[in-house]
């Protein structure tokens, strides 16, 4: 299951957690730590911190947290950190995201920190088990776990230190080491980072002018044991959209969710065997391309063609996973596979554990399922178990203005997750936007009608930092909404063809072919079980 994912939240009263209790104690000195020049993906200047390993014994171990600045070419007056998505991703990936940000923000220095275990700051890994020369490639295979696991909990000085509340301090002691006296603060998280960013809003729930949380998957409420279930609904809300546009309707009869839902399970009962594709590697392939604006059609008209199964589309596919294989890629060296397993288990995952029957069940029960939350499931039962953060799901009373952004078609942090966040969270000034349309990462991805016009949620972010008791939002009603009609360039790019949907092309604009052939309608009956 790919990484995409973010955070939670808590309450006003410090209490000291597993993690740690910021407040009770001054910040260990960290010594005089000079700026550096920065690695490639980082700009301006670096530093190193040497955190505690144990947030609740300061003056013991310590782990190396990475730390950069982009400073503003004017001078500056505000602080604004950014924190990644994932876990387990390195802050490398906001490289142009801060280019962006420091042309569009005079007066901004702009953070970012690699989250403790992660590239830059100690990544955790396990040297043998990913290594190229292991017999079981460079993934870390079920039977080198115990070894790997063993072999992480002796380089890193334990496991349970690396969760979210230890990066959320992390933050906010690296915070006080850089913060320039008058500078305005302001944190914004993306997916996993808003995880961090929302405990620290726990931990300083009155330190910095404005927290923005973009695409919420917040602790307590978001569980990576739910993942596979959260792409069908967006499925559905698209079917729906389908149905009211004429073209798209005609192409997917009776009607599109009676069509497209069929699909996996007709394939998982032997249609389109032509195709050499099982129902889960379709469900994979759907639940990558939903998570994109541009490309979330692209998965509609994949599972037609499948579904039709003639010859043009057997080799649309094989253009399609050309592409893929195109676009993909090794995972950056500098991200961490074991800290990602520990934060999703420690802090996102399901207590009591679901049973891997119950993840089976949840599955069987779904059109489009790729199994993420099941194979992540096979792999909890063999990690270390830590207590419960006792912020997780608890409510959070802050006088920082705060900024939630959450897209109503996002399959990575769906909307309802993000509105029992919000309805946890009590300040003088907070603005929860719902960008009609978009996926995860609002403020790439919450595209306008306007081709000049940035992406929504970087619109609303951008008038929040200039006023984040107001903030303009008047973007959402200039939202972009779903087009259905085939872009040639988009039909070029996933399938090689001249058309998204259909083989031949029509003189008169019409649906062409429009239902499903024989070929791909075997199988029904029998697959009532899918894979």
């Not at 010594?31 to 200047?45: A, I, K, M, R, V």
């Not at 001078?75 to 950014?82: F, G, R, T, V, Y």
């Not at 960013?197 to 923005?212: E, K, V």
């Not at 949380?213 to 978001?222: L, R």
């Amino acid at each position: 299951m790919k990484r995409f994912f973010s955070a939670q939240t808590r309450s006003i009263v410090f209490a000291c957690v597993a993690g740690g209790c910021s407040g009770d104690y001054a910040p260990p000195a960290l010594g005089d730590t000079p700026w550096l020049p920065c690695p490639s993906g980082f700009h301006d200047e670096c530093m190193t911190m040497e955190m505690p390993l144990d947030w609740n014994a300061p003056n013991g171990r310590k782990t190396p947290v990475f730390i950069s600045r982009a400073l503003s070419a004017s001078p500056s007056h505000a602080d604004l950190w950014l924190l990644q998505g994932g876990p387990g991703d390195s802050a490398d990936v906001f490289a142009d995201v801060v280019d962006e940000l420091r042309a569009a923000l005079p007066g901004f220095d702009i953070y970012t920190m690699e989250h403790r275990g992660v590239g830059q700051s100690g990544r955790l890994g396990c040297p043998d088990q990913e290594s190229p020369s292991s017999d079981e490639g460079t993934a870390i295979s079920p039977k080198e776990m115990p070894a790997c696991i063993a072999a992480a909990q002796t380089a890193s000085g334990g496991l349970q230190y690396f969760r979210i509340t230890s990066a959320a301090n992390d933050l906010a002691h690296a915070i006080d080491k850089t913060r320039v006296t008058g500078h305005d603060l302001f944190v914004y998280g993306v997916s996993y980072g808003t995880a961090v960013a929302i405990r620290y809003m726990q931990l300083r729930p009155n330190d910095a002018q404005g927290i923005i949380f973009d695409s919420v998957a917040a602790p307590g409420i978001a569980f990576f044991s739910n993942f596979s279930e959260q792409s069908d609904p967006v499925l559905h809300s698209l079917a729906e959209l389908c149905a009211a546009d004429a073209m798209c309707a005609a192409r997917l009869p009776p009607d599109p969710w009676t069509s497209l839902s069929a699909v996996t399970r007709k394939v998982a009962g032997g249609a389109c065997p032509q195709a050499k594709l099982s129902a889960v590697a379709l469900s994979e392939y759907v639940e990558g391309l939903l998570q994109q604006d541009d490309a979330r059609v692209v998965a509609m008209a994949l599972l037609h063609r499948i579904d039709r199964c003639e010859p043009g589309d057997l080799a649309a596919l094989q253009a399609f996973q050309n592409t893929l294989d195109e676009m993909s890629g090794p995972p950056s060296p500098r991200f961490s596979q074991v800290l990602y397993w520990n934060v999703v288990f420690s802090d996102l995952w399901e207590r009591p554990a679901p049973t891997i029957a119950t993840l089976t069940a949840r599955c069987n029960a779904l059109a489009i399922c790729g199994q993420g939350s099941l194979r992540l499931g096979e792999v909890q039962p063999a990690w270390p178990s830590f207590p419960e953060d006792p912020l997780a799901g608890q409510p959070i009373a802050t006088s920082s203005a705060v900024l939630i952004l959450n897209g109503t078609l996002d399959p990575q942090t769906p909307l309802p997750n993000a509105i029992a966040f919000n309805a946890l969270v009590t300040s003088p000034h907070k603005t929860f936007v719902t960008m009609p349309f978009s996926a995860h990462a609002t403020i790439e991805q919450a595209q306008v009608m306007s081709v000049d016009e940035p992406a929504c949620g970087y619109q609303v972010l951008q008038s929040f930092l200039g006023n984040p008791v107001a903030p303009d939002t008047s973007c959402v009603g200039m939202a972009l909404p779903v087009s259905f009609a085939s872009d040639p360039d988009q039909a070029e790019t996933w399938f090689g063809t001249d058309d998204l949907w259909d083989n031949v092309e029509t003189l008169d604009g019409g649906s062409g072919d429009g239902g499903s052939s024989d070929a791909g309608d075997t199988g029904d009956a029998a697959g009532a079980d899918a894979d």
